[in-house]
């Protein structure tokens, strides 16, 4: 697939796997809300989140079992499928089940990754290191494209999710999708959740959050210049097994999605 920069779109979905009535309900949800979308939705999962703070919580179901769990998704729902990946050997059996291939923000430097993910031939999504500057990005770009054969620069998009300041706090320089767009000649995603995390600050030494400045992130973002939006999103964040604090609960998303549709609409006329 390609990543749009005539479009807004949408990646969407809970932070990791979960049970298929769970998976199911947000997928169908995002699937209706896509109508509304100009460049759709792509449903986001992970099969294992391989960062978690602590080293009891919940990871998901892994590579198998995540996988076939995604493909459920996709054939119940028709929407394409993104997932993390996090270490080279996981590209290949990813890719024969999901259309993006995302690298998270602490990997964006890992060369056998980069170069397995564009190997795989299929569309890549790398998450800006929370450490990194936008012209920073270029490097791991080369890297996907340099391992593929000559494809549309589409294939292959850059994310902005929020520079650390100080320990436990991110914030969103927006002039951050006009130089990662010019740097990287590539669609620029704004990840809006993640922006709001608050690493180590939650309770237990988990990651904290701060969903009530995801909508004025998004709408700002989007008027900024950014190409699509990654939202994480959950029926029930307070109870979600990773990053509660900062998904959108799934009954506002559509007024949040609809309207930053709006801005797009006003800011490209």
Known sequence: MHFHRDKLFLIAGPCVLEDDALNLRVGEHLARLAES????????ASFDKANRS???????????????ALARVRAATGLPILTDVHLPDQCAPAAQVADVLQIPAFLCRQTDLLEAAGRTGA???VK?????????MRGAVHKVRASRDARSAN??????????????DLVVDMRDFVR??????APVIFDATHSVQR????????SGGAREFIPPL??????????????????DPDHAPSDGPNMVPLDTLDDLVKRAVEVWHLVRR
């Open 180 to 185: 990662m767009r010019e740097a990287c000649d």
């Open 37 to 44: 979308v100009p460049g759709g939705i792509i449903f986001k």
């Open 199 to 206: 690493p180590g600050q939650g309770t237990g030494g988990a």
């Open 218 to 235: 998004a709408l700002g973002a989007v008027a900024a210049g950014a190409d699509g939006l990654f939202m994480e999103t959950h029926p």
């Open 155 to 168: 294939d292959v998009a850059v994310t902005e999710r929020g520079t650390f300041f100080g320990y436990g």
């Open 123 to 125: 569309s890549v999504n």
């Open 128 to 136: 800006k290191g929370q450490w990194m500057h936008p012209e920073g």
């Open 54 to 68: 602590n080293p009891g919580a919940h990871r998901g179901p892994g590579l198998d079992d995540g996988l076939a």
